[in-house]
């Protein structure tokens, strides 16, 4: 049960409901999970700064259960997040940063128990 966190200092108006659904459709090929099992979150208009610069921006965060515990993993995932956010919201890639956070099947709470029981 994959999580992205997209943080950014761009407008929400840059953000449609169909840019989150193809958030989701990416993710799920990038981490090789199922799409009904990814969450996305988008939390645009923050105050932020990358390398100490304040122009347009996002820091993702990208937290699963067994596939993101590698530097290997990450380092495909990272250039696959990358290429999709460059596309998609004309960022240059040194105003991309990803953080990977592997978790634990019963870090994760879901129909009222965790995902290790599940």
């Known amino acids: 049960m994959p999580f992205v966190d997209l943080e950014t200092n761009l407008p929400a108006s840059r953000f449609s409901n169909e840019f989150v659904k193809k958030l989701c459709s990416v993710t799920a090929t990038i981490l090789g999970k199922p799409t009904d099992r990814i969450n996305v979150t988008i939390k645009p208009d923050l105050l932020m700064a990358i390398s100490g610069c304040t122009s347009p921006c996002v820091l993702v965060l990208v937290s ?39 978790l634990e099947p019963w870090q994760i709470g879901k129909k009222g128990t965790v995902m290790t029981y599940l």
């Not at 380092?75 to 997040?81: N, P, T, V």
């Not at 956010?85 to 890639?93: I, S, W």
Request: a negative charge.
């Open 64 to 102: 699963s259960i067994g596939v993101v515990g590698s530097a290997e993993q990450n380092r495909e995932h990272s250039a696959k997040f990358s290429q999709f956010l460059m596309q998609e919201l004309g960022l240059h890639e040194d105003r991309i940063v990803l953080q990977f956070h592997p």
